[in-house]
T-cell receptor
Framework: AQSVSQHNHHVILSEAASLELGCNYS??????LFWYVQYPGQHLQLLLK??????LVKGIKGFEAEFIKSKFSFNLRKPSVQWSDTAEYFC??????????????FGSGTRLSIRP | GAGVSQSPRYKVAKRGQDVALRCDPI?????LFWYQQALGQGPEFLTY????????KSGLPSDRFFAERPEGSVSTLKIQRTQQEDSAVYLC?????????????FGNGTRLTVT
């Protein structure tokens, strides 16, 4: 069965600090990987996704993530955070839909707080 | 509308009451998902529809939970004889196609509080 682990429950950074949020997944087949963000009072939004090809994917607002297959990891990074990045971040995995595993499984989330 | 719409936004139910939560997906979206998000947790998969067919209901926690999408558009999640552990935010998401590269669009959720 698929599962996703996010190592940090709450991360507190100052503005301009660099960010890396850890994500590890468990799945035996081809995976699609996602990072979603939930800003306070808003719905979940897609930040970036990996399906195939270049393992370094770039998303919105300067975020990027690197898929390392050997480590089953998909860590989220941003070189310099802003106060507006304060939000909850969720890593998610979706198995190949042709293997009847169309559901997306989410991690427990990491709350990011940025000090102005 | 432009996005996924869920109603009501908030629902308070006394233990033992039945509740019905509605989801209006984006027009034309084939796939529809329901998730349950408890406080401080990530969304947990409940069930999935492709058009009107419920293809996966493995995440429904008990037979008190029932979901339907009779005409392949609007979906209703019903919870019978609510319990306190049912308190959570219920999220609906839709996507245009049943493909991994079709992004999910989430609604704002319904916050259910069972007293």
């Amino acid at each position: 069965a698929q599962s996703v682990s996010q190592h940090n429950h709450h991360v507190i950074l100052s503005e301009a600090a660099s960010l890396e949020l850890g994500c590890n997944y468990s799945y035996g087949g081809t995976v699609n990987l996602f990072w979603y963000v939930q800003y306070p009072g808003q719905h979940l939004q897609l930040l970036l996704k990996y399906f195939s090809g270049d393992p370094l994917v770039k998303g919105i607002k300067g975020f990027e993530a690197e898929f390392i297959k050997s480590k089953f990891s998909f860590n989220l990074r941003k070189p310099s955070v802003q106060w507006s990045d304060t939000a909850e971040y969720f890593c998610a995995v979706r198995g190949d839909p042709y293997s009847s595993a169309s559901k997306i499984i989410f991690g427990s989330g990491t709350r990011l707080s940025i000090r102005p | 509308g432009a996005g996924v719409s869920q109603s009501p936004r908030y629902k308070v139910a006394k233990r033992g009451q039945d509740v019905a939560l509605r989801c209006d997906p984006i027009s034309g979206h084939v796939s529809l998902f329901w998730y349950q998000q408890a406080l401080g947790q990530g969304p947990e998969f409940l069930t999935y529809f492709q058009n009107e067919a419920q293809l996966d209901k493995s995440g429904l926690p008990s037979d008190r939970f029932f979901a339907e999408r009779p005409e392949g558009s609007v979906s209703t999640l019903k919870i019978q004889r609510t319990q306190q552990e049912d308190s959570a935010v219920y999220l609906c998401a839709s996507s245009f196609k049943d493909r991994a590269n079709s992004p999910l669009h989430f609604g704002n959720g319904t916050r259910l509080t069972v007293t």
